[in-house]
């Protein structure tokens, strides 16, 4: 099994960095709060904290509060399934990457349940990318059974960039604009569950946090 070696993730903070926080942090978390979007140039990667790499060929986050499709390559993924009320999820993957010498990367994929337009308050699943395809195999974990690797095929996805804390409320606010852009758009139609991926860790601050909040999608004549 071809392993990568574990990486760090890039804490301390550059100053430098941190002087851009400090400078707009109260415009963006009063946005947040008003669920008002920030103007951030529209294209270009979001001035975030980069904590760990992108899996390959995977495109970058952003833009902040703009709907855009995407191309995502196959990839391969860690996934657990939430049980219950227990929320150990992303613990549990965290081991499976450790034990198998697996280096971290982000985002980290968290899976919602939506039925007949109602959201469920908590993530259904949560997943760890591993950096490339050829890393590690696909298959249980034979120490945790929660744990599943598998190997994800290249899709289309619509998608928003938003800034705020990994909770329910930042997720339906994306997921209310991504219906209406689909409302708006009939030649494509959605596939599967919708997802927040997830770019910083707990340490960076809620107002400061970049999430995508995704659905796969498909157009109404492929295959045709």
Same mark, same amino acid.
């Given at each position: 099994?071809?392993?990568?070696?574990?990486?760090?993730?890039?804490?301390?903070?550059?100053?430098s960095?941190?002087? *851009?926080?400090?400078?707009?942090?109260?415009?963006?978390?009063?946005?947040?709060?008003e669920?008002?979007? *920030?103007?951030?140039?529209?294209?270009?990667?979001?001035w975030?904290?980069?904590?760990?790499?992108?899996?390959?060929?995977?495109?970058?986050?952003?833009?902040?509060?703009?709907?855009?499709?995407?191309?995502?390559?196959?990839?391969?993924?860690?996934? *657990?399934?939430?049980a219950?009320?227990?929320?150990g999820?992303?613990?549990?993957?965290?081991?499976?990457?450790?034990?198998?010498?697996?280096?971290?990367?982000?985002?980290?994929?968290?899976?919602?349940?939506?039925?007949?337009?109602?959201?469920?308050?908590?993530?259904?699943?949560?997943?760890?990318?591993?950096?490339?395809?050829?890393?590690?195999?696909?298959?249980?974990?034979?120490?945790?059974?929660?744990?599943?690797?598998?190997?994800?095929?290249?899709?289309k996805?619509?998608?928003?960039?938003?800034?705020g804390?990994?909770?329910?409320?930042t997720?339906?606010?994306?997921?209310?604009?991504?219906?209406?852009?689909?409302?708006?758009?009939?030649?494509?139609?959605?596939?599967?569950?919708?997802?927040?991926?997830?770019?910083?860790?707990?340490?960076?601050?809620?107002f400061?946090?970049?999430?995508?909040?995704?659905?796969?999608?498909?157009?109404?004549?492929?295959?045709?």
């Amino acid at each position: 099994m071809h392993r990568a070696k574990p990486m760090r993730m890039r804490w301390p903070l550059a100053l430098s960095t941190c002087a *851009v926080l400090l400078a707009t942090a109260v415009v963006v978390a009063r946005s947040v709060a008003e669920e008002k979007p *920030v103007a951030e140039p529209s294209g270009k990667k979001p001035w975030m904290f980069s904590e760990a790499n992108l899996p390959v060929g995977f495109p970058q986050p952003g833009p902040i509060n703009e709907v855009v499709v995407k191309d995502y390559p196959a990839y391969r993924l860690a996934r *657990v399934t939430s049980a219950g009320k227990e929320n150990g999820m992303f613990m549990q993957l965290f081991r499976h990457i450790e034990r198998n010498e697996i280096a971290m990367t982000a985002p980290v994929e968290m899976s919602w349940h939506a039925e007949d337009g109602r959201l469920a308050k908590n993530p259904e699943s949560m997943a760890f990318l591993y950096a490339a395809p050829t890393i590690g195999q696909a298959g249980g974990d034979p120490k945790d059974s929660r744990v599943v690797v598998d190997d994800i095929q290249p899709f289309k996805v619509v998608s928003i960039a938003l800034r705020g804390s990994y909770d329910a409320s930042t997720f339906e606010r994306g997921y209310k604009q991504l219906q209406a852009w689909l409302a708006d758009h009939p030649e494509w139609v959605a596939e599967g569950e919708p997802r927040t991926m997830a770019y910083n860790s707990p340490f960076v601050p809620g107002f400061a946090k970049v999430s995508e909040v995704q659905i796969a999608i498909r157009r109404v004549d492929a295959g045709k």
